[in-house]
């Protein structure tokens, strides 16, 4: 089974909205985030959390909320879709400890807002 | 500021061909951690490797090798005789003083390869 794994993988939607993807994590990481990836743009932050009381904005957080239910469960909201949200959406856990600073990422949300 | 370039935006060569994916780093931190990770087309983005500043050896892993040096704030990732499922968008990425609140990754455009049969 997938350490990190993203519902849905490909969603459709319309202008206005709302939009919760979901992310969840069995490699026992306290940190997670978000990204939003767009051709040529590469992959830009839109929060993080260090651990379930630790929200924090990223490069792009405007039109997004965030919400960390468990260590495990970080999701992601759209509260009104827009069209430039369309992208590629990745969620990540890493583990800092130990010297063992990596990222490990989810398989990603396709999100489409006709 | 921390910041991460990868010049080469796209990048083709024919089967078995080397190719050498670059990567420049920003940063003034001394501690910090650089990556590659690949994005087949499929989507997903994978774990490559991890290299911390204070070891500069290079590392090869079967037909991959990357080149870090600290002089030139580069961290180069080399692919020889490629092969078609090579083909791929690279990201190289840093991190520095992981520990610390705030912490993040930062990573470069990515790099587009495509591996011609």
């Not at chain 1, 490069?59 to 495990?72: F, L, N, T």
Request: aromatic share 12%.
């Amino acid at each position: 089974d997938a350490d990190v794994t993203q519902t849905p993988r490909n969603r459709i939607t319309k202008t206005g909205k709302r939009i919760m993807l979901e992310c969840s994590q069995t490699k026992g990481h306290d940190r997670m985030y978000w990204y939003r990836q767009d051709p040529g743009l590469g992959l830009r932050l839109i929060y993080y959390s260090f651990d379930v009381k630790d929200i924090n904005k990223g490069e792009i957080s405007d039109g997004y909320s965030v919400s960390r239910q468990a260590q495990a469960k970080f999701s992601l909201s759209l509260e009104s879709a827009i069209p430039n949200q369309t992208a590629l959406y990745f969620c990540a856990t890493r583990g800092a400890a130990g010297g063992t600073d990596t990222q490990y990422f989810g398989p990603g949300t396709r999100l489409t807002v006709l | 500021a921390q910041k991460v370039t990868q010049a080469q935006t796209e990048i083709s060569v024919v089967e078995k061909e080397d190719v050498t994916l670059d990567c420049v780093y920003e940063t003034r931190d001394t501690t910090y951690y650089l990556f590659w990770y690949k994005q087949p087309p499929s989507g997903e983005l994978v774990f490559l490797i991890r290299r911390n500043s204070f070891d500069e050896q290079n590392e090869i892993s079967g037909r991959y090798s990357w080149n870090f040096q600290k002089s030139t704030s580069s961290f180069n990732f080399t692919i020889t005789a490629s092969q078609v499922v090579d083909s791929a968008v690279y990201f190289c990425a840093l991190s520095v003083r992981p520990l610390e609140p705030g912490n993040q990754f930062y990573f470069g455009t990515g790099t587009s390869l495509t591996v011609i049969p």
